[in-house]
């Protein structure tokens, strides 16, 4: 499975996909507002199946209107509800016997400028070359074809972000083979660090743009003009855009350089290795700087990488010492501090740099990333 993405033109009938999302919307909330009615009366929550008969008969009785949405949109409509709870009553049973993964909560109502997508799955869309039909609106929209898909068309998504531009989504099974990159035999640990973003194990340093923090002023002077404005005026919809377009303007920089980044080292090296970060341990630390330097994003995004191109990736553990085991002798260094960043081994003689000793037990204790 792969999955394409596609920018919609601004068309003077997108506005007309905006009034579909908040029609699924209402269907959205009366549907939870159903579930919570189920569980009052009969203690348990209704199954998906449950709910997809419902609907039909809701359709002839009380919604006739929603006879006009696609029956397959209002599916997946029930269907993340159902997803939802399931991820739940995992995570309950999860903590019952001590796992204790990020915490899951129920699904709760989203508010209408917070639903954002739709999804077709097999039928109700019609693709010819850059244009999609969609037959409930009877109308057609263009899309920003930059590249062609590959592969049979099993999913189709359309997302609206904060500044209110809308993307098409192709998930596609059966699409070219992974590219092969010619070996290299070079393998590579590398250290997340917040100083430097990434140090690998052969000492090349490589530092982070920190993208965030270079418009942080842009973004502040744009806060304080929505602050002057009367909420809930034209004026204040308008200004609230433009925060949201600098928010998005950095996530695209960042991802860009992100995939670049991946590339070069997926390029260079057979095997790369990383470590699991408790991220949000670390940004109740550090705060805004370990959001701007989103190690999380880009573990993905060379994930995906080393699988397009035939490379592998490995991990250390979140519990496996690295830092201040030495990578000579294998000594525990329980003295060594975060200011100390060079030091020198007492058992061995070995003198270390803090970031490169690090990436070398990375590379020594990874595994491969399932």
């Known amino acids: 499975m792969k999955t394409y993405k596609y920018e919609l033109y601004h068309q003077l009938n997108i506005i007309q996909i905006g009034n579909l999302l908040d029609d699924l919307h209402s269907v959205h909330v009366h549907l939870l507002l159903l579930q919570r009615r189920y569980y009052r009366i009969y203690g348990k929550y ?8 419902h609907i039909t008969k809701l359709k002839r009785r009380t919604k006739p209107h929603w006879n006009q949405l696609p029956s397959q949109v209002i599916q997946q409509v029930a269907k993340r509800i159902h997803l939802g709870y399931e991820k739940f009553f995992d995570y309950l049973a999860d903590k019952q016997k001590g796992l ?67 993307s098409l989504y192709l998930v596609c099974e059966d699409s ?53 404005k009367q909420k809930g005026s034209n004026a204040w919809y308008r200004a609230k855009r433009h925060p949201a377009r600098l928010y998005k303007k950095i996530a695209q920089r960042r991802r860009d350089w992100f995939f670049k980044l991946s590339l070069r080292l997926v390029r260079r090296y057979d095997k790369i290795a990383i470590e699991t970060l408790n991220l949000e341990g670390m940004k109740r630390l550090w705060g805004r700087k370990v959001s701007d330097l989103a190690f999380g994003e880009f573990a993905l995004i060379l994930q995906w990488t080393c699988a397009k191109y035939g490379k592998t990736l490995l991990k250390a553990g979140r519990w496996t ?50």
């Open 46 to 53: 209704a199954s998906f199946g449950r709910i997809c008969a």
């Open 100 to 166: 204790s993964p990020r915490k899951v909560g129920k699904p709760k109502i989203k508010p209408q400028h917070r639903y954002n997508s739709l999804t077709f799955t097999q039928a109700g869309y019609e693709i010819k070359e850059n244009r999609i039909h969609i037959k409930c609106l009877k109308k057609s929209f263009t899309f920003w074809k930059h590249r062609p898909w590959t592969g049979r068309v099993k999913r189709v998504t359309i997302k609206r972000d904060n500044v209110g531009d809308y």
């Open 176 to 228: 070219d083979p992974i590219e092969k990159h010619p070996l290299t035999r070079n393998e590579a640990g590398a250290d997340f660090g917040m100083k430097t973003f990434l140090t690998l194990s052969d000492g090349i340093k490589i530092e982070s743009p920190q993208f965030f923090k270079h418009m942080l002023n842009q973004i502040r002077s744009a806060n304080k003009a929505l602050s002057r």
């Open 321 to 370: 010492a690295t830092t201040k085991l030495c990578s000579n002798c294998g000594y525990h260094n329980d003295t060594l501090t975060l200011n100390d960043r060079e030091w020198t081994c007492p058992d061995c003689g070995s003198h270390h740099d803090r970031d490169v000793n690090a990436a070398i037990n990375i590379l020594r204790v990874g595994v491969p990333w399932t």
